[in-house]
C-alpha cells in the first residue's frame, strides 16, 4: 500500500491571512470614492440675508449715532437750520443734540475781528483826505441767527465795509482839513459813534476804531507847511514885542522907585542933618590928613572950625 502524497503547497499562516484583508478592503474603499464622486453643500441664503440686514442695522445705528451730535468750538456760535428754515435757538460753545438729516448747525466766529479800509472823502472846505482806518468789531452772540438769517456770511463785504465808508465821510465833512489834524482824537470819538450806530442794526458790535493816517495833497501839504513857518514866526515876533513892553515896564519902575527915593530923602534933609554931614566930611578929612599943611598960596586955611 503507496503512502499518501501530501500537498506540496504552503499552508498559510494567520499573519499574512490579516494583510491581505486589509489590502483588499482598502482597495474596495478606493474604489467606491472613485465610483462615486463627493457632493458639495450649497450656501443657506437665509443665513445670507439675516447677515447682510443685521450688517446694514449696525452701519445705520452707527450713522445716526454719529449725525446725532455736533461741537461748536470755542469763539463760536452755531446757528441751527431744521429742514433750510434758521431756528430761534442759539448753540453755545460745546456739544449738542441736534435731529440726525433734518437739523444742520452752522458755526459763526464771535471773536473780535480787523477791519482796515482805506477811503478817499472831502472836508468842509473841499480838501481831499485819504483816511487808512482800522476797525474792531465783533458779533453778537445772542442774536447771530438774525444775521445769518438777513445778511449771511458774507457780512463784511455787505455790511461791515460799506458802513466804514459812509462813517468816515459823513464826520470829514464836518470839520476842516486843518481841525482834522488839530481835533483828531474829537474826529475818531464821532466817526465811532456814527459807525457803531449803524452795525448795532445788524447785530454787530463795534469795540474800536484807531484812525491811523490822514493824508492830504501835495499842495495842502506845502501850505500847511508855509502857514506853520508864517505862525511860528509871527509869534517869535510877538513874544519879542511882549518882552519889550516888559523890560519897559521894568525901567519904568526902577525909575519911579529911585524918584521916590529921591524925595524921600529930600523930604528927610534937615539943618542938623546938614550939619552932621559936613562934620562928617572933616573927620574923613582929619583921618586921611598925613600932618603937611598943602603948599597953596592964597585960598582958605584948611580945617576952619576945627577945635585943637
Known amino acids: 500500500m503507496e503512502p499518501t502524497e501530501r500537498s506540496s503547497s504552503p499552508k498559510p499562516n494567520a499573519h499574512s491571512t490579516v494583510l491581505n484583508n486589509v489590502a483588499y478592503r482598502t482597495i474596495e474603499r478606493s474604489q467606491h470614492t472613485v465610483s462615486e464622486p463627493k457632493t458639495v453643500s450649497s450656501p443657506n441664503p437665509k443665513l445670507i440675508s439675516k447677515g447682510i440686514t ?26 441751527v437750520l431744521q429742514l433750510g428754515a434758521v431756528q430761534p435757538k442759539v448753540m453755545e460753545e460745546g456739544l449738542h443734540f441736534k435731529i440726525p438729516f433734518i ?5 459763526i466766529e464771535v471773536r473780535v475781528q480787523k477791519a482796515e479800509s482805506n477811503q478817499v ?8 483826505v485819504s483816511t487808512t482806518l482800522a476797525v474792531n468789531y465783533h458779533l453778537d452772540g445772542a442774536t447771530i441767527n438774525n444775521l445769518y438769517q438777513n445778511v449771511g456770511l458774507e457780512y463784511r463785504g455787505r455790511i461791515v465795509d460799506p458802513a466804514i ?3 468816515l465821510k459823513a464826520v470829514t465833512a464836518q470839520y476842516t482839513a486843518e481841525d482834522l489834524i488839530s481835533k483828531r482824537s474829537e474826529v475818531s470819538a464821532k466817526v465811532k459813534e456814527v459807525l457803531a450806530a449803524k452795525l448795532s442794526l445788524y447785530n454787530m458790535i463795534l469795540d474800536d476804531i484807531n ?7 501835495e499842495e495842502f501839504d506845502r501850505a500847511i507847511e508855509q502857514k506853520q513857518i508864517a505862525e511860528q514866526q509871527a509869534l517869535k515876533s510877538k513874544l519879542d514885542l511882549e518882552r519889550i513892553k516888559i523890560e519897559k515896564e521894568q525901567e519904568i519902575t526902577r525909575a519911579q522907585a529911585q524918584a521916590e527915593a529921591l524925595r524921600l530923602q529930600k523930604q528927610e534933609v534937615t539943618p542938623e542933618l546938614i550939619e552932621l554931614r559936613e562934620i562928617e566930611a572933616q573927620l574923613k ?12 598960596t592964597g585960598g582958605a586955611t584948611p580945617f576952619i572950625n576945627v577945635q585943637p
Not at 449696525?58 to 469763539?75: D, H, M, P, R
Not at 437739523?103 to 458755526?107: D, M
Not at 484812525?211 to 495833497?217: D, G, M, N
Open 121 to 128: 472823502s472831502a472836508s468842509r472846505d473841499l480838501q481831499t
Open 103 to 107: 437739523q444742520t448747525v452752522i458755526p
Open 211 to 217: 484812525i491811523t493816517e490822514f493824508k492830504f495833497s
Open 285 to 296: 578929612a582929619i583921618e586921611k590928613w598925613d600932618g603937611k599943611l598943602p603948599n597953596v
Open 54 to 79: 443685521g450688517l446694514v442695522v449696525v452701519i445705520v445705528i452707527a450713522l445716526l449715532a454719529f449725525q446725532s451730535f455736533t461741537i461748536v468750538e470755542a469763539g463760536h456760535r452755531g446757528v
Open 165 to 167: 465808508g459812509e462813517s
